[in-house]
């Protein structure tokens, strides 16, 4: 397979926080990606925009040891190091006050797209706005791009929507959530919508239940002070997951444009229905031989905030009435993994005697590790001594169906950074739909909070807390094993 590259139109991107964490690691090398494999035109300008005080030159030296750090040996060719360095400029800039907003203006060039990444504290994102417009930098069709967490709840959600909304329109915000970027969450839109296959039966008519598992194998370390105002429900399950959900459960839009799409996801939050304190299980990771406590990692040793949770949803339409959504995510957990299973429903009558057993047809959609899908169907197991049934999966991994190059798919970053560029809103997260996602989340917070639960210990290296294996157990259902 020979993938196409299709180039971008010159642009003008200004990383604030340019010489941060998130822009070291995932802006820079992949920008670098993208220009070494000819998507970014020779004319475009990466300019870097932070508190330091320092020369272009400078940063330049920064991002080479950012792209030698965070790119592997095999990616790394020095004349194009040189050549993407080339077109890297540095502002020192004060978010909040006046200095270096007017040399800003002075390297911005008219009639390129101008897009500007807000890779900053949310705090920050109005204090950027109101200036980009102060100065005259940001034109009618500049684009800005904000990192998560939109809001902490429904009510700062609304105020930072509405801060934006002050200096930008809605068409020009870029709600970044980099799951929307990974290369299997876009072939799920392809798999259901592209093939008449999966359509017909994907409703509570077929499937019994969906699993969604994001799984990590760290623990919260140097974030702790931010993860315990925030905890996997808010950190995770609030976006990520809840972007995943939408994606297995929106109709088919009408078709592929941002907000089309976006329409779709929309009506299937609004359509979730509120979570019984029955059916959510909060916990937190202990002390391992080597490892510290959540508390520990956290310095609060009175800490109620959990770093694994698990719930079952159901989403109140004609399409999935019964069929549970079972969502799970946590820290020091046994594996990394993320992936999204779709289990199918027995067949309604079977002509086989019962010891030949019982099987069901499961779709796997892994995120990570090994991008790809398998779907297990039944077959008879090989050799004599009569009919017994055996589930085998049809395996879809990237790397082994469709040669080396797919293995080398872009990273999330990258490929999101390039939509904002071509103007395509389609996966980033519009403000209404961050509003609702608050909006079904606040209460669920809110009401393990009124009833003071702690959460309950569990085991790093393990699957969670048993109370989330009996979620499934009680409804004769089974999570599938963490890492299999």
């Known amino acids: 397979m020979v993938s196409r590259v299709i180039p971008v139109e010159a642009f003008d991107l200004v990383i604030f926080g340019g010489t941060g964490d998130l822009?070291?690691?995932?802006?820079?090398?992949?920008?670098?990606?993208?220009?070494?494999?000819?998507?970014?035109?020779?004319?475009?300008?990466?300019?870097?925009?932070?508190?330091?005080?320092?020369?272009?030159?400078?940063?330049?030296?920064?991002?080479?040891?950012?792209?030698?750090?965070?790119?592997?040996?095999s990616k790394r060719d020095q004349k194009a190091l040189d050549a993407f360095l080339a077109r890297i400029d540095y502002v020192g800039i004060d978010a909040t006050g006046t200095h270096g907003w007017s040399d800003l203006a002075r390297l911005m060039r008219p009639g390129l797209v101008q897009a500007f990444y807000f890779s900053v504290a949310p705090a920050l994102f109005?204090?950027?706005?109101?200036?980009?417009?102060?100065?005259?930098?940001?034109?009618?069709?500049?684009?800005?791009?904000?990192?998560?967490?939109?809001?902490?709840?429904?009510?700062?959600?609304?105020?930072?929507?509405?801060?934006?909304?002050?200096?930008?329109?809605?068409q020009q915000i870029y709600r970044i959530d980099h799951y929307l970027g990974k290369e299997t969450v876009q072939n799920l839109m392809a798999v259901r919508f592209g093939n008449l296959l999966f359509e017909p039966l994907w409703r509570n008519q077929y499937i019994d239940h969906v699993q969604i598992t994001v799984a990590e194998t760290v623990g919260v370390g140097g974030r702790g002070a931010y993860y315990d105002k925030s905890g996997a429900m808010r950190d995770m399950v609030q976006n990520h997951l809840m972007q995943l959900l939408c994606l297995i459960a929106m109709e088919p839009p009408a078709r592929f444009d941002p907000d089309a799409v976006r329409d779709e996801k929309l009506k299937v939050i609004r359509a979730l229905e509120p979570v019984e304190p029955g059916e959510v299980v909060r916990g937190q990771y202990k002390a391992g031989a080597?490892?510290?406590?959540?508390?520990?990692?956290?310095?609060?040793?009175?800490?109620?905030?959990?770093?694994?949770?698990?719930?079952?949803?159901?989403?109140?339409?004609?399409?999935?009435?019964g069929t549970p959504f079972y969502l799970r995510t946590g820290k020091r957990m046994k594996s990394r993994v993320s992936e999204i299973v779709v289990r199918f429903k027995e067949p309604p009558h079977s002509i086989f005697e019962?010891?030949?057993?019982?099987?069901?047809?499961?779709?796997?959609?892994?995120?990570?590790?090994?991008?790809?899908?398998?779907?297990?169907v039944t077959i008879k197991e090989p050799g004599p001594g009569g009919m017994r049934l055996i589930d085998v999966p049809l395996d879809m991994t990237f790397a082994e169906a469709l040669g080396e190059e797919a293995a080398d798919v872009p990273d999330a970053y990258e490929r999101l950074i390039m939509d904002v560029i071509r103007g395509n809103q389609?996966?980033?997260?519009?403000?209404?739909?961050?509003?609702?996602?608050?909006?079904?989340?606040?209460?669920?917070?809110?009401?393990w909070e009124a009833r003071e639960e702690k959460p309950m210990g569990y085991e790093p290296g393990s699957t969670g807390p048993e109370e989330a294996l009996i979620l499934m157990h009680k409804d004769g259902r089974r999570w599938r094993e963490i890492g299999s």
């Open 426 to 447: 389609t996966l980033f997260m519009r403000g209404d739909e961050v509003e609702a996602a608050w909006a079904w989340t606040d209460p669920v917070i809110a009401a």
């Open 126 to 170: 109005g204090d950027l706005a109101k200036r980009l417009h102060k100065h005259k930098i940001a034109g009618p069709e500049a684009r800005i791009v904000v990192e998560k967490p939109f809001g902490h709840d429904l009510t700062s959600a609304r105020d930072l929507n509405a801060t934006l909304a002050r200096h930008f329109d809605e």
């Open 354 to 376: 019962e010891d030949t057993g019982q099987s069901a047809n499961e779709l796997t959609i892994r995120l990570q590790p090994n991008e790809g899908m398998d779907l297990t």
């Open 290 to 321: 080597e490892t510290l406590s959540y508390r520990d990692d956290a310095e609060n040793p009175a800490s109620r905030t959990e770093s694994f949770i698990a719930m079952k949803l159901h989403v109140a339409n004609w399409r999935w009435n």
């Open 23 to 73: 822009a070291r690691r995932k802006i820079l090398p992949g920008l670098f990606r993208r220009f070494k494999d000819g998507q970014i035109p020779d004319e475009a300008r990466i300019i870097g925009a932070a508190r330091s005080d320092m020369t272009s030159e400078d940063y330049r030296a920064q991002v080479f040891d950012a792209l030698n750090e965070f790119l592997p040996i």
